[in-house]
């Protein structure tokens, strides 16, 4: 039940943004003035339960949500990496982030039950070795030292040269969180965001779940690795797009270089000016022909000219939209988050209406599942609790029969 004493006016203002509006928008939407909203936000008033429940359609959280203390740790976070920074709008980032924080409550709650596998992630400028230049700045990051850094990269985390059939795989046992959000209309692709609890650093991976496309998620999730282990988490971009850019174009650098290591695919281009053969290709080193082509240019095994004529065979048949595989070729998903869940429930250890409270949250439960990136339904509490009422209203019943 509510308590109009114990309104908590942060979760206020963490569930509007989580839901995507502005201050402006909530006030057009439920008929509440932004004065009233942003008084509620800075604790100088209290809303009636009346008006709370005006905005519960909007905000999508439990009643309860409001009225509990704060028990999200103070999570430090970095800069967060946009891949779509310029067509998203700054509130649908704004509320990707608030998400994030979320997810970073329910993994501390999880962690007391699950050992996750261990960060197990070096820095750029160890991959690089001592004798290397330092990585002071983003424009002393040169192509050559990519090239160096995906390959000892894959040395380190002993996949060598081979293809890499399941980036998602890869990243998650490597001890990095990986989800899949709805991002729909908002334009934000995917993005990725270091954070700092306590002493410790977590780095959550956010695939976008409206691609149904397998080869794009692995390039997807190899660009944000790019930033995990190429960029300053310290240092915002937002503001500034020559920077955001030269990120962007980095990040695509190493997905095709840690996707398609040099010497291996060299071997493999047999004949690169073929475009059928891109498609074969394709089913070996699960990439896009479009990145392979341009790995292929950068490498130097194709002429600016016949990289221009593959571009344009691509676009003249369609390629650009829909590739040839790609609806064959399964897309891989994250399956860390969703098995701690099933072991928990499997062994009894936690009930669907815990995790769905996850030590104190009060999230609601569709929150939890996509947050998780679990199947609606998982933790369908109201389904549980029917079931049992049915069977012990059967027994009652038999009770009565042999005891009239």
């Given at each position: 039940?509510?308590?109009?004493n114990n309104f908590n006016k942060d979760r206020f203002k963490s569930a509007r943004i989580y839901a995507g509006y502005t201050i402006s928008e909530l006030a057009e939407q439920s008929n509440i003035s932004k004065q009233a909203i942003s008084q509620f936000e800075n604790g100088k008033a209290k809303p009636t339960l009346e008006t709370m429940i005006s905005f519960l359609p909007l905000l999508k959280f439990p009643m309860e949500f409001f009225y509990e203390k704060d028990l999200v740790k103070d999570v430090k976070v970095g800069n967060t990496f946009f891949r779509s920074l310029v067509s998203a709008t700054k509130k649908a980032r704004l509320s990707q982030i608030e998400k994030t924080k979320y997810l970073s409550a329910i993994c501390d709650y999880l962690e007391t039950y699950i050992n996750f596998p261990e960060l197990n992630l070096p820095s750029a400028q160890d991959l690089?070795?001592?004798d290397a230049g330092k990585l002071d700045d983003l424009r002393s990051i040169t192509s050559e030292d990519i090239e160096r850094i995906t390959l000892a990269l894959r040395n380190y985390w002993g996949v060598g040269t081979e293809p890499i059939s399941n980036m998602v795989h890869l990243l998650e046992k490597n001890g990095l969180i990986v989800t899949s959000l709805g991002t729909n209309s908002e334009k934000v692709d995917a993005f990725s965001q270091c954070q700092m609890i306590g002493?410790?650093?977590r780095y959550i991976v956010v695939l976008g779940n409206d691609k149904h496309s397998a080869v794009r998620r692995q390039f997807t999730s190899a660009?944000?690795?790019a930033h995990i282990i190429l960029h300053n988490w310290s240092t915002d971009t937002e503001e500034y797009q020559e920077e955001h850019r030269l990120i962007e174009k980095q990040a695509d650098n190493f997905a095709g270089a840690f996707l398609l290591p040099k010497e291996a695919f060299i071997k493999d281009l047999l004949y690169p000016i073929n475009l059928n053969f891109y498609v074969e290709l394709k089913k070996k080193w699960k990439v896009a022909i479009s990145p392979m082509?341009?790995?292929a240019f950068q490498l130097e095994v194709i002429t600016y000219n016949q990289y221009?004529?593959?571009m344009r065979q691509m676009n003249a048949k369609g390629m650009k939209i829909q590739e040839p595989l790609d609806e064959k070729i399964l897309v891989p998903q994250p399956m860390v988050l969703p098995k701690a869940i099933d072991l928990l429930l499997t062994n009894k250890i936690a009930t669907p209406k815990e995790l769905i409270n996850a030590g104190g949250l009060n999230l609601s439960q569709d929150m939890v599942e996509?947050?998780?990136?679990?199947k609606s339904g998982t933790l369908n509490v109201n389904g549980q609790n029917e079931e049992e009422v049915l069977l012990y209203l059967a027994d009652h019943k038999q009770e009565k029969r042999a005891n009239p």
């Open positions: 039940m509510a308590r109009g690089l070795g001592s002493n410790r650093e660009h944000e690795l082509i341009v790995r221009q004529h593959l996509e947050l998780l990136g679990l």
